[in-house]
Nanobody, 119 residues
Framework: QVRLVESGGGLVQPGGSLKLSCAAS???????????MAWSRQAPGKQRELVATITGGRTTTYADSVKGRFTISRDNAKKMVYLQMNSLKTEDTAVYYCNDARPSNLRPWGQGTQVTVSS
């Protein structure tokens, strides 16, 4: 079973930065390297929204709300996906999840990692 475990969340002040990590296990690096990956987030009372995606070839896409502030990256050898978040806003507060970017190939959702942007 492939597992995806998010980490790196926490409490940060507006304007601050945070880097999230997603570790994949139960699969090889070569298999992981072809997966397009995504970070999504869900705030209380709101539906999950796509934040960023990255292909195996490291082509990226971003939601308009985070463009210029967030950067998604990956290390296939380490089977890791990262989300560098800068200039954080209160509206970025949410639980952040990583998963296969393909809706038809989603792995079971994990616990995610909580990001709280507040003074």
């Amino acid at each position: 079973q492939v597992r995806l475990v998010e980490s790196g969340g926490g409490l940060v002040q507006p304007g601050g930065s945070l880097k999230l990590s997603c570790a994949a296990s139960g699969t090889s690096g070569t298999i992981f390297s072809i997966w397009p990956m995504a970070w999504s987030r869900q705030a209380p009372g709101k539906q999950r929204e796509l934040v960023a995606t990255i292909t195996g070839g490291r082509t990226t896409t971003y939601a308009d709300s985070v463009k210029g502030r967030f950067t998604i990256s990956r290390d296939n050898a380490k089977k890791m996906v990262y989300l560098q978040m800068n200039s954080l806003k209160t509206e970025d507060t949410a639980v952040y999840y990583c998963n296969d970017a393909r809706p038809s190939n989603l792995r079971p959702w994990g616990q995610g990692t909580q990001v709280t942007v507040s003074s």
